[in-house]
């Protein structure tokens, strides 16, 4: 094999490989839905995402197994804040999470849906989109869904 034998795309279609999360305002039921593109089963992702919706700086999360809110930062834009997210990629296929996030002091709240196609364990590796980084790798064994110890 030689050292050419990677796969080339036509420059054409570059634009159509974008490499930025998208969200995009659901106008159904006005949550966020974040397009995070492909991960792989059994990592945590720190994701960061920019929302264009000011709750506040006392911002909290609902209660979801999967993700949980880090960080909110400020940004230089109007109306743009930065949220830091924890994500576990659970399942392969199709993955659909909500986090609900909610200002106590001014009654704000507002959902974000994460949306991700995973991949299956030796499937490959995902080409992470900018905001995106696997932040570890969590075995069978460790899953925080049964307390169930095992034989003994």
């Not at 089963?41 to 506040?56: A, R, T, W």
């Not at 999967?66 to 109306?79: G, H, K, T």
């Not at 364990?121 to 995902?126: F, L, S, W, Y």
């Amino acid at each position: 094999m030689s050292a050419d034998s990677h796969v080339h795309f036509d420059p054409s279609q570059l634009p159509h490989h974008n490499l930025e999360i998208i969200v995009e305002q659901n106008s159904i039921d006005d949550a966020m839905d974040v397009h995070l593109g492909f991960l792989q089963v059994d990592h945590i992702y720190s994701i960061e995402v920019p929302i264009s919706h000011s709750l506040g700086q006392n911002v909290q999360c609902s209660q979801n197994v999967f993700v949980r809110l880090l960080n909110v930062q400020a940004s230089s834009e109007p109306d743009l804040d930065t949220f830091t997210f924890e994500l576990f990629a659970h399942k392969e296929r199709l993955m659909q999470e909500v986090a609900v996030l909610e200002n106590p002091d001014t009654g704000k709240s507002m959902a974000v849906k994460f949306h991700a196609r995973v991949l299956g364990k030796h499937k490959g590796t995902p080409a992470l989109k900018n905001g995106i980084r696997s932040i570890g790798i969590r075995s069978e064994d460790e899953s925080e869904c049964s307390d169930w110890q095992g034989f003994e």
